[in-house]
């Protein structure tokens, strides 16, 4: 429990901390001025640069707003009674629009957004982790949210930042170093090695009380190297001798939900054939496998892959890989019933083409499509092969 006074001291700290931060690049995030009776929660992985856009559509909003960081450690002892301190607090100021960054370290924080949402005021919210979010939306807050997701920089906005054009150079710079934005301002990866033990540590081990939290990190390490491979519970829990199965796919669940990796099913048009075929593991932004993994050497061939991933990610589609007698990488699945395929191939030689194009006309066939495109790091080329039509283009020209 906090006294008014210390809620008063530390909002206004934050708010003259707010007015000396340069909120750089302009995210995309239209919309925003036309919510009403609706609160926007904004989620992703720490660090990626959520509290920004916050900041950014502070400073945009046209009306008196308070910001309220969870994560400032003078707030560490609030709790739900100190949300009424809070809110003497909002109606002595006049304010109309609420900020709160980080806002799911506060138990029973979707209760209060609920009232002010029926009171009228605005609501901008961030977090880091989506189940707990999703959780508590779901229960409280049905129907009266938005929900969204911001990622580490793209390559586009990896471009704009660094005032650089599309081409086979930024595209290799973009897929070493990343879209996190501080590693960007510093060009210091042990920047990169903080947040990826942070996420383990703080937004996994201790809020969900694992004990061994070595497992944990030993697992995390072992997936960012495996970036781009298939991966079954079974083996993971053989590999790191865990007991049970539930307990290696909870492991998985919270590695997931903090943003940190994604897996990938297998294209099945059974949902339970799905769950148990192996997934492929992606990592969130490239500058992590590069800093903390410990066996990817000069792998450009799976580096490429998973920036394809994540530009396919950030789209909101649903994403699978084919694996019949050969492989497709992905199958996107958008508004029409036909999928879109994409091949991922650093480089077309006389070693891998046929692999390659066998792989994506296979699942051409399956699907009875007859476009399809494989993604390289600097080829453009075409081939028509029966009626098919494979396309070759460069990452940086497809990405931007």
Not at 164 to 169: D, F, G, N, T, V
Not at 171 to 186: C, I, Q, R, V
Not at 289 to 308: H, K
Not at 315 to 338: H, L, M, P, T, W
Request: some cysteine; charged content about 25%.
């Amino acid at each position: 429990m906090l006294t008014k006074l210390i809620l008063e001291e530390v909002i206004d700290s934050q708010a003259e901390r707010l007015k000396m931060i340069d909120t750089g690049l302009k995210r995309d995030f239209p919309g925003f001025k036309s919510l009403t009776s609706h609160a926007l929660i904004v989620t992703g992985i720490r660090r990626c640069g959520k509290s920004t856009l916050l900041q950014q559509i502070n400073k945009a909003v046209e009306t008196k707003t308070l910001w309220l960081n969870f994560e400032d450690p003078r707030l560490a002892g609030f709790d739900t009674d100190d949300f009424n301190r809070l809110h003497e607090i909002v109606v002595s100021r006049g304010i109309d629009a609420l900020f709160f960054d980080e806002v799911q370290n506060i138990e029973g924080w979707e209760r209060y957004v609920r009232f002010r949402l029926d009171e009228g005021y605005k609501v901008f919210i961030t977090g880091s982790n989506a189940s707990m979010l999703s959780r508590e939306l779901g229960t409280k807050l049905t129907g009266r949210h938005i929900s969204s997701e911001l990622f580490p920089f793209s390559y586009r906005e990896f471009l704009e930042f660094r005032n650089l054009l599309p081409s086979a150079e930024s595209a290799l710079e973009y897929m070493n170093s990343g879209g996190f934005p501080e590693m960007l301002k510093t060009g210091m990866p042990e920047i990169l090695m903080h947040i990826f033990n942070d996420i383990v540590v703080r937004d996994i081990s201790l809020r969900y009380g694992i004990r061994n939290t070595n497992v944990l990190q030993q697992l995390a390490v072992w997936l960012v190297s495996e970036t781009g491979k298939p991966v079954t519970g079974n083996s993971l829990r053989k590999i790191f001798d865990i007991g049970s199965s539930s307990s290696i796919m909870e492991y998985l669940s919270h590695l997931n939900n903090a943003y940190l990796f994604f897996f990938v099913p297998r294209f099945s048009y059974s949902s339970k054939v799905q769950i148990v075929n192996p997934k492929k593991v992606y990592t969130v932004d490239n500058g992590l496998i590069t800093a903390n993994s410990v066996s990817f050497g000069n792998d450009f061939g799976r580096l490429l892959e998973n920036m394809v991933y994540m530009h396919l990610r950030r789209q909101k589609i649903k994403i699978s890989y084919f694996a019949e007698k050969k492989e497709c990488d992905f199958v996107v699945f958008g508004a029409n019933r036909k999928p879109s395929l994409y091949q991922a191939c650093w480089q077309l030689s006389s070693d891998n083409i046929d692999r390659e194009i066998a792989g994506i006309t296979e699942a051409m066939d399956f699907f009875g499509v007859k476009e399809g495109v494989i993604i390289t790091h600097n080829q453009k080329d075409t081939f028509a092969l029966k009626g098919k039509n494979i396309s070759v283009v460069p990452y940086y020209a497809w990405a931007s």
